[in-house]
């Protein structure tokens, strides 16, 4: 099946700072998706991005769909406490979800005080 | 509040045993997607169901079954129960079942086999 490398594992910060992380894939997608997950919780759609080198904001979220249509990245500025948790890439291929979501493995995202 | 609902929130099974998770979609969503999220191999695709059919199947096991109800509620099927399928089943639902569409996932049910 796909595989979706997502990076960093985890990212230990300082409030305040800003924080990247990206995804690559093997193979293209048409679609590709962020997600945040809480302990306990189902994760939650932050942005979507549907077209090759589109640049999406949400807040102080940025997420940017690759030029190759394989590989994305996301950006969050001036982080705040809220902000913890762990992100999901998500990329959906030109199968028309015939495999459903194909997901990294997760960035977990620790602020320190 | 994503509109999907996932019922039970928490489930304590012994091995061996058969359960049933319950799944309903936001509000005019035709898709429903299954995935089990463990520590270890992070959210894995289980299976798709558009309007009652079966769309797509992912790592789902022949001791998993689904199905989608004429409402378009679903339900996961799990027997034989055994350890190593403890963890959190989600449910997402979307619009279509085709590409260009968000997913919007359930809090999960907690599975514990013990």
């Known amino acids: 099946g796909q595989q979706l490398n997502q990076s960093p594992q985890s990212m230990f910060i300082q409030e305040g700072e800003d924080v990247s992380m990206n995804c690559t894939s093997s193979?293209?997608?048409?679609?590709w998706l962020w997600y945040k997950q809480d302990p306990g919780e189902g994760p939650v759609l932050l942005i979507a991005?549907?077209?090759?080198?589109e640049l999406t904001s949400n807040g102080r979220l940025t997420a940017q769909f690759g030029i190759t249509r394989k590989d994305s990245f996301l950006n969050i500025s001036a982080s705040i406490p809220s902000d913890v948790g762990i992100y999901f890439c998500?990329?959906?291929?030109?199968?028309?979800?015939?495999?459903?979501?194909?997901f990294g493995k997760g960035t977990h995202l620790i602020i320190q005080p | 509040d994503s509109g999907v609902t996932q019922t039970p929130k928490h489930l304590i099974t012994a091995t061996g045993q058969r359960v049933t998770l319950r799944c309903s979609p936001r509000?005019?969503?035709?898709?429903v997607y299954w995935y089990q999220q463990s520590l270890d191999q992070g959210l894995q695709f289980l299976i798709q169901?558009?309007?009652?059919?079966?769309?797509a199947k992912g790592n789902i096991l022949e001791r998993f079954s689904a199905q989608q109800f004429p409402d378009l509620h679903s339900e996961l099927n799990l027997s034989s129960l055994e350890l190593g399928d403890s963890a959190l089943y989600f449910c997402?639902?979307?619009?279509?079942?085709?590409?260009?569409?968000?997913?919007?996932f359930g809090q999960g049910t907690r599975l514990t086999v013990v």
């Open positions: 193979s293209i997608f048409n679609t």
């Open positions: 998500a990329g959906l291929d030109s199968g028309g979800g015939a495999d459903g979501l194909t």
């Open positions: 509000s005019g969503d035709l898709s």
């Open positions: 169901y558009y309007n009652g059919e079966e769309r």
């Open positions: 991005l549907y077209k090759a080198g």
């Open positions: 997402a639902s979307s619009v279509d079942g085709g590409g260009y569409t968000e997913a919007f």
